[in-house]
């Protein structure tokens, strides 16, 4: 089994910043990207940051700018940087891990952290 472990949620005013981190409970070779989804309350989940493990990364329009997806390949951990932070910006952040084998898809999720932005 393995789990994604997430830290750095919390409450924040506009304009501020936080930094979410995720590591993976072991080592997955057949991971190739991670990233951080965020769902706010009636809203369908959406992809905010990913990163893959040659380094690309991909983010949503709503956030290009302000936020900063980085990894560590060797550990599975991943990181989001989110500065200039809004009230839209609050949602439950999850983290996910997503690669493929032989046989099948890897497709993991964290329990998700709140993130909520108010002053």
């Known amino acids: 089994q393995v789990q994604l472990v997430e830290s750095g949620g919390g409450l924040v005013q506009p304009g501020g910043s936080l930094r979410l981190s995720c590591v993976a409970s072991?080592?997955?070779?057949?991971?190739?990207?991670m990233g951080w989804y965020r769902q706010a309350p009636g809203k369908q989940r959406e992809l905010v940051a990913t990163?893959?493990?040659?380094?690309?990364?991909n983010y949503a329009d709503s956030v290009k700018g302000r936020f900063t997806i980085s990894g560590e390949n060797a550990k599975n951990t991943v990181y989001l940087q989110m500065n200039s932070l809004q009230p839209e910006d609050t949602a439950v952040y999850y983290c996910?891990?997503?690669?493929?084998?032989?046989?099948?898809?890897?497709?993991?999720w964290g329990q998700g952290t709140q993130v909520t932005v108010s002053s």
């Open positions: 072991r080592i997955i070779k057949s991971i190739n990207t």
């Open positions: 990163i893959t493990s040659d380094g690309r990364t």
């Open positions: 996910n891990a997503a690669g493929t084998t032989v046989s099948s898809r890897l497709n993991y």
